[in-house]
């Protein structure tokens, strides 16, 4: 990651979340929306490999963390800060990695697979924690609907996995080995800061999310593979 590519990151997500509060508020009462639902990232909670994380965890303290932070804030400001009016309501959705056969860090993971080289990044001790898309668009459509929903909820499945369990998994499914590891340091090299992205990771748990009554299609990583690999 260069200076310029964190300023990306943070500035694409920022610049636009302020944007759209300032736009709502700006709007006379009666066309206001009534929700506003803004993306966040677990890389709110930094990375652990041995804690967990829930909705009242404190965020992090690097890099990914502060961006999610900030961008929570953005949309935060709602409440007599200027942003987003107070008759708005305000709902964050941290999201985890998103598993599709068509994007995503799946799409990337099976052409490996297929040449029979497949296998974890790093240690495969870091936790992913992961959600199904249908999932995910779910949850999205009820946070929506559902006046009861405010504030932060975790989108990830109940049951994250490790990175060694991930890959364990699509080499099942997929009917291949997942034996051929990917070292820490080849990461490091290629990508810099940028590998803590896939060498670090956390277990995330969407308590609130659950509370609410949500509940998952897709729970287990060997169901959800399944579905989307048939």
Not at 35 to 54: K, R
Request: hydrophobic share 40%; charged share 20%; glycine share 12%.
């Amino acid at each position: 990651w260069t200076p310029d590519i964190k300023r990306q990151i943070k500035t694409s997500r920022i610049d636009t979340t302020t944007k759209i509060a300032a736009a709502i508020s700006a709007a006379p009462e009666g066309q206001r929306p009534k929700v506003f639902l803004s993306s966040s990232a677990v890389g709110y909670y930094g990375t652990s490999s041995t804690g967990s994380f829930t909705e009242d965890s404190p965020a992090g303290v690097d890099y990914l963390a502060a961006v999610c932070a900030e961008w929570e804030a953005a949309a935060q400001k709602a409440r007599g800060g200027g942003g987003v009016p107070p008759g708005v309501r305000v709902v964050l959705v941290r999201t985890g990695i998103v598993l599709a056969r068509d994007g995503g860090v799946l799409a990337r993971m099976l052409p490996i697979f297929e040449l029979f080289a497949g296998g974890p990044l790093g240690t495969g001790k870091q936790w992913m924690s992961w959600i199904h898309r249908d999932d995910l668009v779910d949850l999205m459509i009820e946070m929506l609907r559902n006046p009861a929903y405010s504030g932060a909820y975790n989108g990830t499945a109940p049951k994250p996995v490790t990175m060694a369990q991930l890959c364990s998994s699509v080499g099942g499914v997929l009917g291949r080995p997942s034996w051929l590891p990917v070292p820490d340091f080849a990461l490091n090299t290629l990508l810099g800061e940028g590998a803590s992205v896939v060498l670090e990771g956390q277990k995330v748990l969407p308590s609130r999310t659950q509370q609410q009554g949500f509940r998952f299609k897709y729970s287990e990583i060997d169901s959800a593979l399944r579905q989307l690999l048939k």
